[in-house]
């Protein structure tokens, strides 16, 4: 996590709003802790702060499409564009 202030509201929104666009179950690993990627409540209570290690899990149908469009919006520190599922 590179984010100056960690996962706060803005990115958990955005983390929980590209999530919601997949049919497959989408994880967020911190340690050996794991939240639903589209709930940001779950998200929040990670606590990630900037350096800490996140990994991306998913399964079921579009899952690579899913880690690959969440992994961007990580890479961009949360300022690139939220791709959606069709």
């Known amino acids: 996590m590179k ?3 960690g996962l706060h509201l803005v990115p958990c929104s955005q983390i929980a709003q590209c999530a919601g666009g997949f049919d497959c179950e989408i994880r967020i690993l911190k340690g050996d802790r794991a939240v639903d ?3 940001i409540f779950d998200l929040m209570s990670l606590n990630a702060g ?6 991306l899990q998913a399964t079921g149908p579009g899952s690579d499409e899913a880690v690959d469009s969440l992994a961007k919006l990580f890479e961009s520190d949360f300022q690139g ?3 959606r599922a069709d």
């Not at 900037?50 to 990994?55: N, T, V």
Request: glycine letters at 14%; one cysteine or more.
């Open 81 to 83: 564009h939220v791709k």
């Open 37 to 39: 990627a589209s709930n």
């Open 50 to 55: 900037q350096g800490c290690q996140l990994e």
């Open 3 to 5: 984010g100056e202030n």
